[in-house]
């Protein structure tokens, strides 16, 4: 008894019959008594169809009318869906973002929610009907639609989460929970229970993309307990939240992440406040900044390497060329056959030796090691891109069996 | 230099290639010093192909359901288009129904435009906006997405050009404007420059149907210059107003109409009462009635016969079945093969012998008449379905050639 948030994505109502399966879960839950609202994203390809058919008439059209065309995907899952539940007899009611009172900023294609104005679904809720979101969507100031970016779905979900204050919200994907390392590389990769907000964030940024991260930092915000779940196979998944049931593991999951570059600037001076120029220049063009590590200074130069995702790797070198010419510095090196493999669990604060057990594994296996990062609950270690599974498995067996 | 109302339909933004010629034609308009309203359908089947969709997952889904569904088809057609004008280098922005002051009446599925809210559109074209608007959409009094049912895009159109004050509604077609005949059927028949409002009023009953009912009703009432022509031929159609240039044809056009069914009941009580009993019973269930004959009573009962829509025609039936058993009467039949051919023109009001030359070309070609209706502007015959074409073409011969 509650009020639950069920989030599906576009797999998940592809077609008629997915759409009948996802209506039989909502309405399931409805019959055990909860309140239900249940966000969705568009149908299978519906946004790469639409975004595809803006593109072939005007490759630069306006991101306005990029929001306006893509915003139509969920309008119609929304409808498809509410009408599968009032074919298995319980209400529904369908709404669009701007219905469901998604106010957001005006940013078109990376609208951020400002807030949400819960009047119409609370009125829908006491009306004991099953409310049915259109995720990814919301309407900005000037009243018109805006959408939230890849995985906007998920941060929709737990937005309503919070703002309704609702038990629990599940997001529904294609498999079982998260896993500690890909289940369909490691064959003894194990289901997690529950796993923290740190832990999952963690484990996103380092390419285990379970979760859209925006969705799992607004959770932890507002303590918005998750349940990420299969919506193919009945039964539980993994339990999302800030303090998790202490598990027998230290880790909880190893990652891959092959969406690196390494980017090093050979012979910068040796002088305070080359890093912040250095960096300044990355971050004025939004490109986000990973591991970085810097070499000890010798005959008054020193080398700066970092790594950036895959996509900026061009974009950062021709940046770090303009500061040789203008700061100074001999040389610039890229790397783009390097991937970074990570462990992360909360366990490891506590416990001594992981990154030690870590490297032995790896070393084990041959697999070198390039860099080195830690936080807290992580450790990650840039390697060669074709090491990578090698290294997971090594990294998943040292410590999970 | 004014501001005109453009409206598309579906098949004319069907796909990318005919998106651009549409967003050609509206840009000519721009670039003469217009400020230009854009009202636009969803792309060719998308609508019946929405439809098809929510029937396949619920053939009884609600209807506010429906409407989710459909207005989903504008929304796409209304972006693109604007992306298109975008393309130009024409500012443009697009408006679904709601964004553009579209209020309606609750009912889903076939809502009435209450009033159009024109602040937004007045900022946008202050702003020298090409403005696309969504046809056949609105929002009711609970902030629900509303169709305005087929044809509703030509309402939307004349609405606006009517809200607006517009200087001329263009409702664009795959006809060059309003003909003295169907062209496919009667070679030599005769584009019009001038109609009035009442006569394709008329030509439209009477199944030539260029323009939806409901839109040449507005565009009377609020008196917007209507014109009918071409998105694919480039030049003048039809213009449409009150007092039309007067032609030197007495008649304007010939229509032709197969979707009637006959309906006679036989031997009912010749007293007073007995047609509004007879007819409130199909007024009752919606059904409307075209043609009325009551033949003279005799023996105290006479026979009563009506023509109706086709797919009314069982339903009629059945309602006259349980008349008979509950008022009296001897025996129903029902005739699906007739048509009605009609005349219409503004200068039979003025002119005798009409009738008297269309019952004689009529003869002449051996077309048997079953029943005859007239109005001020129009004389209406019901002759055999197969005898139909031949009626029109005798017709179009005896008086505009």
């Known amino acids: 008894m509650g009020l639950i948030v069920q989030k599906f994505g576009g797999s998940s109502v592809a077609n008629a019959e997915r759409v009948m399966n996802v209506a039989n879960i909502v309405t399931d839950t409805y019959k055990q008594g909860n309140d239900v609202i249940v966000v969705v994203s568009a149908q299978g390809d519906t946004t ?37 539940i009032e074919k298995l007899g319980c209400p529904a009611i369908s709404l669009l973002g701007w219905q469901a009172g998604f106010n957001s900023s005006s940013a078109y294609g990376a609208a951020r929610i400002k807030n949400i104005n819960c009047e119409r679904l609370n009125k829908e809720i006491d009306s004991h009907r099953i409310v049915v979101v259109a995720g990814f969507q919301g309407i900005n100031k000037y009243d018109d639609l805006t959408t939230f970016g890849r995985g906007g779905s998920d941060t929709s979900a737990v937005a309503i989460a919070a703002a309704m204050r609702a038990d629990k919200c599940q997001i529904f ?16 990769a194990k289901k997690l229970d529950e796993i923290t907000y740190d832990e999952i964030l963690e484990l996103a940024t380092l390419g285990a993309q379970v979760l859209n991260n925006r969705s799992v930092e607004m959770a932890k915000k507002y303590n918005v307990e998750l349940e990420v779940l299969s919506s193919l196979v009945r039964k539980p998944g993994t339990i999302v939240k800030e303090v998790a049931k202490v598990e027998k593991m230290l880790i909880s999951g190893v990652a891959k992440d092959c969406d690196v570059s390494r980017i090093s600037v050979i012979g910068v001076s040796d002088e305070p406040g080359i890093a912040f120029k250095l960096f300044s220049r990355l971050a004025a063009k939004g490109i986000n900044i990973d591991i970085i590590l810097q070499s000890v200074g010798r005959n008054n130069t020193k080398d700066i390497t970092f790594t950036v995702a895959r996509s900026n790797g061009e974009e950062a070198v021709e940046i770090m060329r303009s500061f040789i010419e203008n700061v100074g510095g001999s040389d610039i090196m890229i790397d783009n056959k390097v991937a970074k493999v990570s462990i992360v669990g909360a366990g490891m604060e506590t416990h001594s030796g992981v990154a030690a057990k870590m490297f032995e594994a790896l070393y084990s296996a041959h697999v070198n090691i390039s860099m080195i990062a830690t936080s807290e609950i992580k450790i990650s270690v840039l390697v060669d891109e074709e ?8 990294i998943h067996d040292a410590f999970i069996n």
Chains 1, 2 share one sequence.
Do not use: C, F, H, W
Request: aromatic share 2%.
């Open 173 to 188: 994907t294609d498999v079982e929970g998260v896993y500690t390392a890909d289940p369909r590389k490691i064959p003894n």
């Open 387 to 394: 090491d990578a599974d090698k290294a997971v498995a090594a």
């Open 48 to 84: 790469d169809d639409l975004i595809a058919k803006g593109k072939e008439i005007n490759p630069k059209g306006s991101k306005r009318e990029m929001d306006m065309l893509m915003t139509a995907g969920e309008q119609i899952s929304i409808s498809l869906l509410a009408m599968a």
